[in-house]
Nanobody
Framework: QLQLVESGGGLVQPGGSLRLSCAAS????????IGWFRRAPGKEREGVSC????????YYKDSVKGRFTISRDNAKNTVYLQINNLKPEDTAVYYC?????????????????WGQGTQVTVSS
């Protein structure tokens, strides 16, 4: 049974950094994409970044470019999201998701499996 588990969230001051992790288990194919999404209070869930398992190609939402970095460790079946210079507007529940496709997409409907989410709160 495929499972995605996020970790690494927490309370951080503006300007700080966090590294979120998404550990995948129960899946052996190389043809999938891991995406990071977030849902801020009162807002729709939005995609912020994704990475291909097979070739490591990455894609970012324009508004997070330069502050967010997605990476993968295939040996650990883990994808990371490094977030630097955190801002209060980054406060959200962050989810990772697995999509059974090749390429890149930040559309929620393209993803098939979801983790439970990890809370990131940016506040002084």
């Amino acid at each position: 049974q495929l499972q995605l588990v996020e970790s690494g969230g927490g309370l951080v001051q503006p300007g700080g950094s966090l590294r979120l992790s998404c550990a995948a288990s129960g899946f052996t194919s190389d043809n999938y994409v891991i995406g990071w999404f977030r849902r801020a209070p009162g807002k729709e869930r939005e995609g912020v970044s994704c990475i291909s398992r097979s070739d490591g190609s990455t894609y970012y939402k324009d508004s997070v470019k330069g502050r967010f970095t997605i990476s993968r460790d295939n040996a650990k079946n883990t994808v990371y999201l490094q977030i630097n210079n955190l801002k209060p507007e980054d406060t959200a529940v962050y989810y990772c998701a697995l999509g059974l496709f090749v390429g890149s997409s930040l559309a929620r409907t393209d993803y098939d499996y979801w983790g439970q989410g990890t809370q990131v709160t940016v506040s002084s």
